[in-house]
C-alpha cells in the first residue's frame, strides 16, 4: 500500500488540494484519509473507488499497477450510456423470464404424459 499512500499525497500536492478538501470530496472525515496518508488504515473498495472518482484517475494507477494517471471509468461513461445499458440489462432479463417459463411449462407438459 506504500504506492497508494505515495500517490495519494502527490495527487494532492500537484493539484493543490488539502486533505480536507479531498476527504469533503469523497465524502468521509478528514483523519480517515489522514489514516490512509499515514498507513495506519487502508481505504475499501468503496472508499477507493470515491478516491479515483473524486481524483479523476484509474484504481490501476492509484494501486501501482499503472505508470500512468488515467482517467476514472466510472466518469467516462455518460448518463445515457448507463440508462441504456440497463434498458438492455432488464430487457434480457424479460427474455429470460419468459424462455424459463417456457422451458417450465414443456417439462410439465413431458411429465404429465
Known amino acids: 500500500m506504500d504506492i ?11 493539484h493543490y488540494v488539502t486533505q480536507q478538501q479531498l ?20 481505504p ?8 479515483c472518482r473524486a481524483m479523476d484517475v484509474s484504481a490501476d494507477w492509484l494501486l ?7 482517467r476514472c471509468q466510472a466518469l467516462a461513461s455518460s448518463r445515457e450510456d448507463t440508462a441504456s445499458d440497463t434498458d ?12 424459463m417459463a417456457d422451458c417450465r411449462d414443456s417439462i410439465a407438459d413431458s411429465i404429465a404424459e
Open 64 to 70: 501501482g499497477l499503472s505508470k500512468e494517471p488515467g
Open 88 to 99: 438492455s440489462f432488464r430487457a434480457v432479463a424479460a427474455s429470460s423470464k419468459e424462455s
Open 23 to 42: 476527504a469533503d470530496r469523497i465524502g468521509c472525515p478528514r483523519n480517515t484519509l489522514q489514516c490512509w496518508e499515514t498507513g495506519r488504515r487502508s
Open 44 to 51: 475499501g473498495c468503496e472508499a477507493l473507488a470515491e478516491l
Open 4 to 14: 497508494l499512500i505515495k500517490r495519494i499525497k502527490q495527487w494532492r500536492y500537484d
